[in-house]
């Protein structure tokens, strides 16, 4: 009797952990940011980085390439994040085929820099 109720225990434990986990995956958000980074980010070209809440975005002079929303929203996949108080990190997927990879670096509340461009300082705007 004990080993058919722990049995119905465990059972019920692992359909329970299995139905979140499929809530969790159908979520649009990608791109989870950390607070510190959340603005726009430009060298002194007006080239840079733009982190929202849920999105991770390149700006160039003319032109602004988001990967949360716009032509990427559906080709970018496999996410990975590390967050601390002074690093950034995030990697992805674009069409199942090119890999990015950046690690942001705090240097004050108002500067940073990255992998990317390891001589070049950004600076919030």
């Avoid at 434990?13 to 809530?23: F, I, L, R, Y």
């Avoid at 430009?42 to 716009?70: H, I, S, T």
Wanted: proline residues 3%; charged residues 20%; aromatic residues 12%.
């Amino acid at each position: 009797m004990k080993k058919t109720i722990l049995l119905l225990v465990a059972i019920i434990a692992m359909v329970a952990c299995g139905k979140g986990d499929d809530n969790s995956s159908n979520s649009s958000k990608k791109f989870n940011p950390p607070a510190w980074i959340q603005g726009s980010w430009l060298d002194a070209a007006n080239v840079g980085y733009k982190f929202e809440a849920d999105n991770f975005c390149w700006l160039l002079p003319a032109q602004e390439l988001c990967f949360n929303r716009g032509i990427y929203v559906d080709q970018v996949s496999d996410v990975k994040e590390q967050v601390s108080d002074k690093t950034y990190s995030v990697s992805f997927l674009v069409s199942n085929a090119t890999k990015y990879s950046f690690v942001f670096t705090k240097i004050s509340n108002n500067q940073i820099s990255s992998n990317q461009s390891p001589n070049t300082i950004f600076t919030k705007r």
